[in-house]
């Protein structure tokens, strides 16, 4: 088990060097020259070229990225060509933000689909189990952006209860409670698709659980149909359940980045909207750079955390 | 062999049939293919016709079933057009990149020692979710419909050549390519004329679940303005047009967003009862429970 830890954990440096230098051959193929794009109307050719040189940007593209590296690890990721600031100082607030939403979509995702999941399995074939069936086919088919939509005109428009956009109110912020209030609609919109993949997932699982003679041995003991459910049942449907969850983690970040477009949350994805509307390509990298960081360490953490729970792994 | 084959077909086709689900899937995908291809015939308007004093009148104005957008052109007609382009970005990328995957999923699982460090390679790719490396893509080649299908092929690579590498690994050690190579069969010999073909109606079944995925994918980037350009009828870019008039209008940007789920829902139920179709066990007892 620590020998899996340890090599797991120690595979994702070998992976975030490859996406350094993904993300830096991006950026160096982007259309537009950063030097034109920093001077607007004033390039002159001899201008242009004097930033391009005092930029490095004339060097060979080896020595560039070996060099873009060397401030990257540092926490240099130069400074955002709209904003005028550091782009690792804009990021570690954005971040903050997307964090926030991603774990709020997270424990939906966990919560309704295992809760679901396993109603549906013990009613298998019955109309409770027909509902949530059909509505998980609906979700794991609809685009993020258009139930965000639908959410915002439901319950920010027709039945206007929940904040349509952004993460605090305008009149002075009541802390987390406002947070936890603006957080609802987009989260729920974040969570929607992979909340209902685990449904199905967890319920075939649970369905194929259920079948199995340790839980006909316990039903015969006379334990209770729900203690069979959620603790004989459930413990042998954690594994693919954790593992399901991991999997999802990819949808949840995507989703993310098009619910903070559609609610206006401040957090990376708008960011990373915003960056390419305005070709700002330092800020740019660093959006893509820490998506994928936290995509790449959160794999590692789900692959960890499934193999800790999956008892025939130890 | 030959009967054999048609044989097995049948029984397969017989069990798609079999499954509800799988044939509604196929209908409603049908007609789908039938809006795009005949759009121009069944279209009551042009989709690039605007009749500005109707502008976002709602479902259910006289002459526009579906109401009209914010320039005044009749909704039904730009979602019977944007059939057109949906299906393109969802079949397209998963067949090219498909195409392109499966002499790398099978030389990387067959010679695998290089193979190892070309999967390696792509696992780099696996560390961008999907969406994130789309934009990416699509900010580096600009927008349009060529370059969408270019970025999500790209895209879809390294996802179909995994699981033909997988399928390869396993088969690779298999009674009838053991056979073959006590044969005598040259390396190509094996990989084209024993795994090749077993290799196939993997990457074939996963493609066919990918492709709503893609599709979602192209009509997000559409949507974020990466990918399809206006005036071009197409669901994400007429889902992100009825985004600022959702209150007044909220039929512009809703409607798109429900063809984009019939579309999706349509090609995973497809896809599911090929898969079921296709795996003999579930066949065996669909087959009983045809007979109960």
Redesign the interface.
Known sequence: MAGYVCRRLLWTV???F??S???FL?MH???GDAAQQILGLAATEENASALRSSMGLDRPFIVQYAGWLGHTLRGDLGVSAIMRSPVIVILGGKLVNSLVLAAASLSIVAVSGFFLGTASAAHAGKVIDRTIVTTA??L????????G??L??AFG?VWPIFPTAGMTSLTGSNGTPDVLWHVVLPALTAAAMPAAIVTRVTRSAMIDTIGRPFIAAARGRGVSPRRILYVHAARNVLPVFANVCGLQI??L??GV??TE??FSWPGIGMQ??DS??QRDIPM?QGC?LA??VV??LS?ALSDVLVRALDVRSR | MRWAKGAYLRSVSRAFRANPAAVAGLVVFGALVVCAVCAPLLAPYDPAASDLSLRLRGIGTPGHPLGLDGNGRDMLSRLIYGARVSLLTGLVPVAAGGIAAVPIGLLAGYYERAGTVVMRVMDVLFAFPIVLLGILLAAILGPGLPNLLAALTVVVIPYTARVVFVETVLSKHLGFVEAARALGASDRRIIAGQLLPQVLSAAVVYSMTIVGAISIAAAGLSFLGLGIQPPTADWGLMTSDGRNVLNLAPHVSTLPGVAICVMVISLNMMGDGVRAALDPLLRANAALEGRR
């Not at chain 1, 794991?140 to 139930?147: E, H, N, Q, T």
């Open positions: 070998p992976v975030l490859g996406v230098f993904v993300v991006a193929s982007l259309p086919l609906a794991a088919s609809a685009p993020v952006f258009w139930v939509l639908v915002l005109f428009i990819g949808h970040f995507g980045v098009f477009i559609v990373l909207f390419i509307e740019v893509v998506i994928a995509f790449v794999n």
